[in-house]
């Protein structure tokens, strides 16, 4: 995969127990596509050391502004030089007071000063450290420059207390980066409203009817989406229970008229809707208010219709996409939705195949009558293909 490919990040590591966390970072960085190139203070190699990041990054891993060359004198001004975006990860409370007050004693705070690409810092600390009035003097200094600081996680601490102070999951910190690189991609400013996950249709307060969608799909198109500088509306059912992508505003619905309002109210001023959602196409008539008890006897329950939410949206100026998951003629049935619904694009996939797994095999189709037949492929890989797609539909439209 190479969605980030000649994107140039400069990763600085600063001395914290934490800076083992980073590595899976830099790593999945690095296999995006990403040009990393990874800095680090003296006590950081105390933690890590620079052979690891330089075997992960595949290129020479800095220590000191001395390490200097004759063809890069100023090794901090060149690493800057073209910068995407520099991530500070994880940030001790010296480093980031350095950067706060323009100081550059180090590497890491020389490049820091010397960089005009985005800045974000990662603070790792005590949580002692993490709320004195010093600490956050210098955090709302740096907001105020337009660095971006992300809040540090709740736990169990290195010192052994619990608070506020750990660094965020590697997943969170690649979510942050890789939403700053997608920042000015074709889809900038350009918002989407997506769905995933299945809708949970209440029988009485602890039963309900649903399906199995996992809701992989969703969350990788919003990814996908994300990468490709769009303003993500994320509307996700509370089955899914996997990590959200960064950036996204997301929605929580359970039910499908739930998922009609939140779908109804984002798509105001959105260029495109992509209902990923696998929602209910029928809801008991009734939803008893305490617990069904046996009674020896069949229980009967009766069906009503759900609203169809992509047939209720109005068409233009949006765009929209729907899903067919069928399992049985698979595009003969994908054609009929598209026309019902006066859909832009259909994306019709094997429902027995594809729901709950790990992989998609989908088919394309846009009103036009253009195909695009995908393999079969990981979601992840999959929904970057689709979101490529619906990018370029979108910009011809």
Request: glycine content about 6%; proline content about 5%; hydrophobic content about 45%.
């Amino acid at each position: 995969m190479s969605r980030f490919q000649g994107k140039k990040v400069v990763f600085g590591v600063s001395g914290s127990i934490a800076a083992y966390k980073v590595v899976q970072v830099v790593r999945d960085l690095a296999l995006l596509g990403a040009d990393v190139h990874v800095i680090m203070t003296r006590s950081a190699t105390r933690f890590v050391t620079p052979l690891t990041f330089q075997a992960l990054s595949k290129n020479r891993v800095y220590t000191s502004a001395w390490d200097a060359s004759p063809d890069h004198p100023e090794i901090h001004v060149e690493l800057s030089r073209n910068a995407d975006l520099m991530v500070i990860a994880p940030a001790t409370a010296n480093t980031m007071g350095k950067i706060a007050l323009g100081l550059a004693s180090d590497i890491v705070s020389l490049t820091a000063l010397a960089c005009n690409a985005p800045l974000i810092v990662i603070p790792a600390m005590n949580d002692q450290m993490w709320t004195s009035s010093v600490v956050q003097s210098h955090v709302h200094r740096l907001v105020e420059r337009g660095v971006t600081v992300m809040q540090p996680g709740y736990g169990d601490l290195a010192s052994g207390d619990v608070g506020y102070g750990r660094l965020p999951d590697p997943e969170d910190i690649l979510g942050a980066i890789r939403w700053h690189l997608g920042r000015k991609g074709p889809l900038q400013g350009r918002k989407l409203v997506i769905t995933a996950g299945g809708t949970r249709e209440p029988l009485d307060p602890v039963r309900y009817i649903g399906n199995r969608s996992s809701g992989k799909m969703g969350l990788a198109l919003s990814q996908a989406a994300i990468d490709m500088g769009a303003d993500v509306t994320l509307i996700v059912t509370n089955s899914v229970q996997e990590s959200l992508p960064w950036g996204a505003e997301v929605v929580r619905v359970e039910t499908s008229a739930e998922m009609l309002e939140a779908v109804s109210s984002a798509v105001s001023n959105a260029a495109m809707l992509i209902m990923a959602a696998a929602v209910a196409d029928y809801a008991p008539a009734q939803t008893s208010p305490s617990k069904m008890k046996k009674t020896g006897e069949d229980l009967v329950v009766r069906l009503v219709e759900t609203q169809d939410i992509l047939a209720s949206i109005s068409k233009a100026p949006i765009a929209k996409v729907g899903f067919a998951a069928e399992t049985e003629n698979l595009i003969q049935n994908a054609k009929a939705k598209l026309t019902k619904k006066n859909l832009d694009v259909i994306i019709a996939n094997d429902a027995v195949e594809t729901i709950g797994s790990e992989y998609a095999k989908v088919v394309i189709i846009s009103k036009e009558n253009d195909y695009l037949e995908l393999p079969k492929l990981p979601k992840e890989d999959a929904a970057q293909k689709i979101i490529s797609y619906l990018t370029n539909y979108l910009l011809s439209r």
